[in-house]
Every structure is written in C-alpha cells, then in structure tokens.
C-alpha cells in the first residue's frame, strides 16, 4: 500500500497542476491601466515653446508618484485600481499651471529674465492635499495649495491658499479623472483672478 501511494502521488500532483493551469486560461485578462493628464496639456510638436518661468511646484508623499489616491473612509490612502496620472504630479501640474498662464496672456508675471531680476518674479506651489476622498455616498476630490508670489528681491511674498472640493463618483475612473482635473483648473483659475489683482495693468 505505501508502494501504490508513492507511485500515485506523482501523478495526483502532475494532474492537479495541469488542471490548475488549464483554469487559469479561462481567467479574465488583468484589467488595463489607463493614464490621465491634466488640462491644459502640452502643446503640439512644432508649436512655439512654453517661455521660461520662475514657477516651481514642491509636493510631498503620499501625493509624489502617479497614482490616482483615494482616502479610505478609515483614513488610509490607497491608490485607485485601474487608472493613474500619465506622468509623475509634479510634472503634470507645472505643465498645466506653466501652459495656463501662458494661455491667459500673463506669463510674463512670472516669466524669466535679467531684465525683471533673473529669479524674480516667483510662483511657488506647495501642494497640501490632492486625493479623492470617500463618502458613504458620492465622493468629494479634496485639492488644496499654498501659493507664493514674489514680485522681485525686495518685495514681500505674497501668500495665498488655495482649495477646491468637487463631487466624484468611484465607479468611473475616467469621471474621476475628469474631477481632478475641473477642480485643478477652479484652482488655476482662481489664482490667475489673484495675480491679476496684483498686477494691474
């Protein structure tokens, strides 16, 4: 009986692991990764380029990375399955903050240059929050910055905070998206009316 049992077990094992593998090819495909930027995206290969801009933007974890985070109604972030942001926050941000200001016609507000001091005049981010957070219903998208504005070497900084909360729905990773950015640009819009007010004329 120990024989037969030794002899079986090979084939009991090389069995299961042929029908485990013959199940396996019937799973789903692993669900695609879709990528999101934030708007105004960058221009077109051959357009005229971004000119250079004292805008510099500090954020700091869990916000670094690409991912597209959720605030768990515990608190915990985690990130959202199935979408992320198609380059590093960062990055995403000063192109959409750079190109939005371009676009407005103020970039010379912040734009470089030893006439106007070399590295002045400043626009500093520092991002405090940008998550979705969840509800026991809709979610709400929590965007919130400081902004610094320093017109020359001289001069004071001026400092502003900035903050948005968007409703959002979970189920939708494109809707999600989308939230991200409608509440990126209510910032951005609100902070061009801000140095505008501070630089009339």
């Given amino acids: 009986m120990t024989a037969r049992r030794t002899l079986f077990s090979p084939l009991i094992l090389t069995s299961a692991v042929l029908m485990a593998a013959g199940c396996a090819s019937f799973l789903p495909p692993p669900a695609e990764t879709r990528e999101f930027a934030l708007t105004p ?6 357009a005229a380029p971004l000119p250079a801009l004292n805008l510099t933007v500090a954020i700091d974890a869990p ?4 991912r597209l985070l959720v605030r768990d109604l515990d608190g915990e972030f985690r990130p959202f399955a199935g979408g992320r942001w198609a380059a590093p926050l ?7 903050w750079g190109f939005s200001l371009e676009r407005a016609g103020v970039a010379e507000l912040v734009q470089s ?4 001091g070399g590295h002045y005049p400043l626009l500093a981010l520092q991002v405090r929050e940008f998550f ?3 509800g026991q219903g809709r979610a709400e998208i929590h965007l919130s910055l400081v902004a610094a504005y320093q017109a020359g070497r001289d001069t004071p900084p001026a400092v502003r905070t900035f903050t948005s909360h968007r409703p959002a729905e979970l189920d939708d990773i494109a809707a999600l998206a989308a939230a991200f950015d409608a509440a990126n640009q209510a910032l951005v819009s609100e902070a061009l009316g ?8």
């Fill in 41 to 46: 995206v960058a221009p077109q290969s051959g």
């Fill in 63 to 66: 916000y670094t990375g690409n």
């Fill in 90 to 96: 960062k990055a995403l941000l000063e192109a959409s």
């Fill in 113 to 116: 240059g030893a006439v106007r």
């Fill in 132 to 134: 979705a957070a969840a």
């Fill in 194 to 201: 801000w140095l505008k007010e501070m630089n009339p004329g």
